[in-house]
T-cell receptor
Framework: DGGITQSPKYLFRKEGQNVTLSCEQN?????MYWYRQDPGQGLRLIYY???????QKGDIAEGYSVSREKKESFPLTVTSAQKNPTAFYLC???????????FGPGTRLTVL | GDSVTQMEGPVTLSEEACLTI???????????LFWYVQYPGEGLQLLLK?????DKGSNKGFEATYRKETTSFHLEKGSVQVSDSAVYFC??????????FGKGTRLHILP
C-alpha cells in the first residue's frame, strides 16, 4: 500500500548494536503491526498497537521494543538482546472499514 | 489453537497451466480468510478475501471459495502467467485483531 513507508529498505548493523526500523503511514489508521519474516516460516507477529500510546506484545516480542507516540508512526527497535535479528521486517496497518491488513514494502535487516 | 496449513512449494508450472494452491484452516468459529501475494523483495499485497461461508473472493484472474464444510480456501487460476511467479500466503483472522499466516507457497511459472 503506497500510504505505508518503511525505511531504509536494507539495513546492516554490527552484532550487539541496537537498531530502529521506521514505519510511517499517512492513511489515518489506528492499528499498526510489526511482523518478522524468515525463509520458509511465514510471518510472525512481534508487536501491535491499536491506538496511540498503547501497544501489545505479539508472539515473538522478546528482544524487541516499540513506541507509539504519534498515530502515523510506529518504530521498532531491535535490541542487542534479540538472539537472531537478521530477517525481513514488515509493518502493516489495519483498515477498520474493510477489517483488512495492508503491508509496507519491508526492511531487510542484516546483522554482521 | 487457530492455524493455517497450505501446500508446500515450490510449485512449478508452465505458462497457461491451471493453478491450485491448497489451504485449510482450523478455527473455532467463522474467521475471515485471505490470500496475500509477495513478489521478490517486496511486502505482502492483498490478493483476495472472503468473510463468510460460500463467499468467493476474486482478483486478477485468481479465485478462492470459503468452504466451511471442508475448512478450506484453495487458491485457483485457470491460466497462469510468468508474472504470477511469487510467494502466496493463506491467512485467517478471528477473535482478536491478529492474523494467522500459513508458511507460504512459492510459485514458479516457466515461459
Amino acid at each position: 500500500d503506497g500510504g505505508i513507508t518503511q525505511s531504509p529498505k536494507y539495513l546492516f548493523r554490527k552484532e550487539g548494536q541496537n537498531v530502529t526500523l521506521s514505519c510511517e503511514q499517512n492513511l489515518n489508521h489506528d492499528a499498526m503491526y510489526w511482523y518478522r519474516q524468515d525463509p520458509g516460516q511465514g510471518l510472525r507477529l512481534i508487536y501491535y498497537s491499536q491506538i496511540v500510546n498503547d501497544f501489545q506484545k505479539g508472539d515473538i516480542a522478546e528482544g524487541y521494543s516499540v513506541s507509539r507516540e504519534k498515530k502515523e508512526s510506529f518504530p521498532l527497535t531491535v535490541t542487542s538482546a534479540q538472539k537472531n535479528p537478521t530477517a525481513f521486517y514488515l509493518c502493516a496497518i489495519r483498515d477498520r472499514g474493510t477489517d483488512t491488513q495492508y503491508f509496507g514494502p519491508g526492511t531487510r535487516l542484516t546483522v554482521l | 489453537g487457530d492455524s493455517v496449513t497450505q501446500m508446500e512449494g515450490p510449485v512449478t508450472l508452465s505458462e497457461e497451466a491451471c493453478l491450485t494452491i491448497n489451504c485449510t484452516y482450523t478455527a473455532t468459529g467463522y474467521p475471515s480468510l485471505f490470500w496475500y501475494v509477495q513478489y521478490p523483495g517486496e511486502g505482502l499485497q492483498l490478493l483476495l478475501k472472503a468473510t463468510k461461508a460460500d463467499d468467493k473472493g476474486s482478483n486478477k484472474g485468481f479465485e478462492a471459495t470459503y468452504r466451511k464444510e471442508t475448512t478450506s480456501f484453495h487458491l485457483e487460476k485457470g491460466s497462469v502467467q510468468v508474472s504470477d511467479s511469487a510467494v502466496y500466503f493463506c491467512a485467517l483472522k478471528w477473535r482478536d485483531d491478529k492474523i494467522i499466516f500459513g508458511k507460504g507457497t512459492r510459485l514458479h511459472i516457466l515461459p
